[in-house]
């Protein structure tokens, strides 16, 4: 898995049917200093994460064998692997749809070079980050350990994709407090994401789902109406 984003000395997968595309991705992601391998094939891609680990992966959705958001979910079944879709579908229903499946961010196609190394290093940085200098949370009955990245809700343990982490721990440091949604998409995405609130919310919907005792009832990650989300230190 990932050692340092300053060595960028990474591996990333490119699930790429179309030849021409998967040669740009990987010529603008080379140009940036990561390593990477292509394949078109979603069973290529399944026995490449098995078997060579990559830091990261790029994931079109129309591949001739497997539909991808079929593989994200299988690979989300037992995998939190980084995982970007790249997909030529622009419309918000089908962003939402690989949200809900277990896509880490999603990039409609065309795309600018700059834009691509900025969401993988993006991505890249919540799969490493460590927040401050803390090592131990704590709200009520939910539990993270920062220095093992391991969370447990009444001493079940949680598995937490990088961005569901990010969320998490940016709302338990701030527990009591609405923290407002572009707060959160800037620390958990970054810059470019301002006023992109879909991706907060699938990624809350999902985060909640594993929380809470009645996701619809939520008593640790509360909407607060055209504000964002808060923690509450009691219930």
Same mark, same amino acid.
């Given at each position: 898995m990932v050692t340092s984003l300053y060595t960028q000395d990474l591996n %990333?997968?490119?699930?790429?049917?179309?030849?021409?595309? +998967?040669?740009?991705?990987?010529? =603008?992601?080379?140009?940036?200093?990561?390593?990477? &391998? +292509?394949? $078109?094939? $979603?069973? /290529? /891609?399944?026995?490449? %994460?098995?078997n060579a680990m990559p830091d990261l992966v790029l994931l079109?959705?129309?591949? #001739?064998?497997?539909?991808?958001?079929? *593989?994200?979910?299988? =690979?989300?079944? !037992?995998?939190?692997? #980084?995982?970007?879709? *790249?997909? @030529? !579908? $622009?419309?918000?229903r089908d962003r939402v749809h690989a949200l809900e499946s277990g896509a880490d961010d999603y990039m409609s196609k065309p795309f600018s070079p700059e834009e691509l190394i900025a969401r993988v290093r993006a991505l890249l940085r919540r799969v490493e980050w460590t927040p401050r200098s803390e090592t131990y949370l704590q709200v009520r009955?939910?539990? *993270?350990?920062? /220095?093992r990245r391991h969370a447990k809700i009444r001493g079940k343990s949680l598995h937490l994709t990088p961005i569901e982490y990010g969320i998490l721990v940016i709302l338990m440091?701030?527990?009591?407090?609405? &923290?407002?949604?572009?707060?959160?998409?800037? +620390? =958990?995405? @970054?810059e470019t994401y301002t006023g992109d609130y879909s991706v907060l919310r699938v990624n809350v919907s999902r985060l909640r789902q594993k929380l809470e005792e009645n996701p619809?009832? #939520?008593? !640790?990650? =509360?909407? +607060?109406?055209?504000? $964002? !989300?808060?923690?509450p230190t009691q219930r």
């Open positions: %990333i997968l490119i699930v790429e049917d179309d030849e021409d595309t +998967a040669e740009v991705v990987s010529t =603008v992601l080379e140009s940036a200093g990561f390593k990477t &391998v +292509a394949v $078109g094939r $979603g069973q /290529a /891609a399944i026995d490449e %994460i098995n079109d959705l129309n591949l #001739p064998d497997i539909h991808g958001l079929d *593989l994200l979910r299988s =690979v989300r079944s !037992y995998s939190l692997l #980084p995982m970007i879709v *790249l997909s @030529g !579908y $622009g419309k918000d009955h939910l539990e *993270l350990d920062v /220095a440091r701030n527990s009591g407090q609405v &923290v407002d949604h572009d707060e959160l998409l800037h +620390a =958990v995405w @970054g619809r009832r #939520p008593q !640790y990650i =509360v909407t +607060a109406p055209g504000q $964002g !989300y808060w923690m």
